[in-house]
């Protein structure tokens, strides 16, 4: 049986225990911090006197929130990093609990402002350290929709939380005596359901005993200022993520210019409140349709292509948005921006999962929510003087009735600002993290989209069927170099024999005697550059051969035939590795293979450097850059995403005996389609 713990591959994200009992705590946590801001600032406004002091107060503990990110922040990745995570994310609910639980007893303005900043710092640990556990609890196939559903958990608890208070404060305004045992009724009431929902939980993520314990390795690094300027260091001179993290702070900076002017903006076209409902809506549902969708539309391209294309997408469509004076086509452009929106930002988070080294995962989540917190917190400051600098702009030939045809409020002109900071964000974070220099940003997007066109209207993309013979079970290992392919496809074999199955143990390339020959000539370092469609054809000439020799015939007596390696190999490191279009390698794989799939593809993931680690001689193409085995495992990962049916991912840095057992659990109800051998009683 596979262990309740283990990550298991390609499911929905929910069905793996781990990752849903920290789902529930970040459920439960976020209900309680929206609960809370509304209660604290409710509080505030409740313990002073007079206009100008209620709106200082209230100011004060949302000024106070963002503080702690300036100060705190920088330390908040260290301790995420070098304490235990478990400890971090259960002990920090409870503090957080205790913390609200205390304010109706204290019931003084000076205590809101110290939970404030306490409650925040506390958040500041927390958050990096939920962020760097997922990628700890799920495969990397399903980090992407686990940070969906995080991210949507976290905002969208908004909904319910501020319901919730809706509630208790009219049920508290109607029957007055009902709270009437609380000092202040509806506020202590919701102040007091905050801290029950951090504590409960604290107790769910305590029974979550998947998180690995102990801190992040830190290479010895105990000293905190040597720790800190360590992770800078690595997010500064690291492209990738510099990249990502310029732009996910330049995204979030021109979302808060666009949220903290759009009342006005809105006014200024006539809309009213509903109207500024309405834009508001209509971004979150972009959003949200951006997390759940964006990549998938664009899955064929480069994830890092996917993030630059988003955030300049955003800022270009920003422009019209502020231009164009119609509520009606500003609400259409508000749900694109917040598609594009939601796409980069999933594409961000899910790069920073998968790329980053977890001893310090933790410093960069940090990091990222110190500058994200930062930019915000600048721009919702300056954004509206700017806007009330600006004024009123009228340019164009004077029309009938005064006035001139093209007039834009302050607010408007700001927005556009903030869009042309925005594309320029965009291109400077799409340089620096671009891998596939050569190749147009165009040529890739049609070729991702008419892909996703055909897979829409050919029944075998459709289907992922591709053709499959009715005897014989086919099954593929891949994977990067060293990540234990030929380990598992014996280990497979072992087992199979034993229970009574015939089995084909081959591997791509060099298992005819023409594949031997190409073999020799692709791998040898002497053979030295080749032209790299001259390469794809000769992998693709030994996977015809491969095919029409070996594994057709085996399959049609029945057997079983286990391949280390076959076409997502070609269309990793010929399509993604080197500088060919991915969907002319695989199409010319295809051909060559008869669109013969496997009923099973393997994929064991381990990070290039970890793989490569496992040997020591390197042939032509293990070689290769660093960069290129990265690209070669992002698209391993991204076919097995396109097709969860037909994969089963694994974290290859497991035991071999614990991957063997996935293998085998997933393989067994596949195994109808082959034959036992003769007398055999499987
Ligand atoms: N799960 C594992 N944990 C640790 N070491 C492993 C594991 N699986 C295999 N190894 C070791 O790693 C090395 C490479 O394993 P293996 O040859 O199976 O990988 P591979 O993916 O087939 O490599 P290649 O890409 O070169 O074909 C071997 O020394 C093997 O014993
Ligand atoms: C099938 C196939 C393989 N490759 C590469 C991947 C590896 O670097 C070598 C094969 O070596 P192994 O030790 O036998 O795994 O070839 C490729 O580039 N394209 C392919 O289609």
Not at 213 to 223: I, Q, S, V
Not at 469 to 475: H, L
Request: charged content about 20%; aromatic content about 8%; some cysteine.
């Amino acid at each position: 049986m596979i262990s309740t713990g283990s990550i298991t591959g390609d499911g929905p994200v929910l069905r793996v225990p781990g990752f849903r009992r920290l789902w529930i705590g970040l459920g439960l946590s976020s209900l309680g911090d929206w609960l809370g801001l509304l209660a604290l600032t409710a509080m505030a406004n409740l313990m002073v006197e007079g206009y100008a002091a209620r709106n200082y107060a209230i100011a004060g503990v949302l000024f106070l929130r963002v503080v702690p990110a300036l100060v705190v922040g920088p330390v908040a990745g260290y301790v995420a990093d070098r304490t235990d995570r478990r400890t971090v994310l259960v002990w920090g609910d409870y503090v957080r609990g205790l913390l609200f639980l205390s304010i109706p007893f204290v019931g003084e303005l000076w205590w809101v402002f110290v939970v404030t900043v306490l409650v925040e710092s506390v958040s500041l640990v927390w958050g990096p350290s939920k962020d760097a556990t997922v990628p700890n609890l799920v495969s990397p196939a399903q980090l992407e929709s686990a940070n969906a559903i995080s991210t949507t958990t976290t905002y969208a608890s908004a909904v319910p939380a501020a319901a919730l208070f809706a509630l208790l404060t009219t049920v508290d305004r109607l029957f007055p005596s009902l709270l009437g045992f609380l000092e202040r009724g509806a506020v202590d009431l919701a102040l007091w359901l905050n801290g029950i929902s951090f504590i409960v939980s604290g107790l769910v993520i305590a029974s979550l005993h998947q998180i690995p314990r102990g801190p992040a390795d830190l290479h010895g690094e105990t000293n905190l200022v040597a720790a800190v300027l360590h992770g800078w260091r690595y997010v500064v001179g690291t492209p990738l993520v510099r990249g990502l993290v310029t732009g996910m702070v330049g995204a979030f900076a021109a979302g808060g210019v666009v949220v903290g002017l759009a009342r006005t903006y809105v006014d200024d076209l006539g809309g009213g409140d509903a109207g500024y409902a309405v834009l508001f809506g209509a971004v979150f549902v972009g959003m949200g349709l951006g997390m759940w969708r964006g990549t998938r539309l664009l899955r064929r391209m480069n994830r890092r292509r996917v993030f630059g294309f988003a955030l300049v997408g955003c800022g270009l469509l920003l422009v019209p948005l502020a231009l164009v004076p119609h509520l009606e086509v500003v609400v259409g452009l508000a749900v694109a921006v917040g598609f594009l929106a939601g796409t980069a930002w999933i594409n961000g988070m899910t790069m920073l999962g998968l790329e980053v080294p977890d001893e310090v995962r933790g410093r960069t989540f940090a990091f990222v929510g110190s500058a994200v917190r930062l930019a915000l917190a600048l721009v919702l400051a300056v954004a509206p003087l700017l806007a009330g600098l600006v004024g009123t702009v009228a340019f164009g030939p004077e029309v009938a009735g005064g006035g001139r045809l093209f007039e834009y409020g302050g607010a408007a002109v700001t927005i556009v600002l903030a869009a042309l900071l925005l594309t320029v964000v965009g291109v400077l974070a799409y340089r620096l993290m671009d891998d596939h220099e050569g190749r147009s940003l165009l040529s890739d997007l049609s070729g991702a989209l008419r892909r996703e066109a055909g897979a829409a209207t050919d029944p075998l993309a459709a289907t992922g069927a591709g053709v499959f013979t009715e005897r014989g079970v086919f099954v593929a290992f891949e994977g990067g170099e060293g990540a234990g392919k030929s380990t598992q496809a014996r280990r497979l074999q072992t087992w199979l024999e034993a229970e009574g199955y015939s089995v084909l143990l081959t591997h791509e390339p060099g298992d005819t005697e023409v594949g031997r020959e190409l073999r020799r000539i692709v791998l040898d370092p002497q053979t030295g550059v080749i032209s790299h469609r001259a390469e794809a054809l000769m992998y693709a000439a030994d996977k015809a051969e491969h095919v029409d020799r070996v594994v057709l015939p085996a399959l049609t007596r029945g057997e079983v035939v286990v391949t280390d390696r076959y076409v997502d190999s070609t269309i990793a490191y010929q399509g993604a590795g080197r500088d060919l279009l991915d969907d002319d390698v695989e199409r010319i794989a295809r051909w060559a293979t008869g669109d013969l799939r496997p009923h099973l593809t393997v994929l064991l993931d381990v990070a290039p450097e970890h793989g490569l680690t496992r040997f020591e001689e390197r042939d032509r193409i293990e070689a290769e850059s660093a960069d290129f085995h990265e690209r070669v495992r992002a698209m391993f990962l991204r076919l097995a995403e396109a097709q969860p049916d037909h994969y089963l991912v694994v974290d290859g840095r497991q035991t071999p005996e614990e991957i063997e057992e996935q293998v085998r659990e997933r393989l067994r109800p596949l195994l109808v389609g082959a034959s036992p051998r003769d007398g055999a009683t499987a």
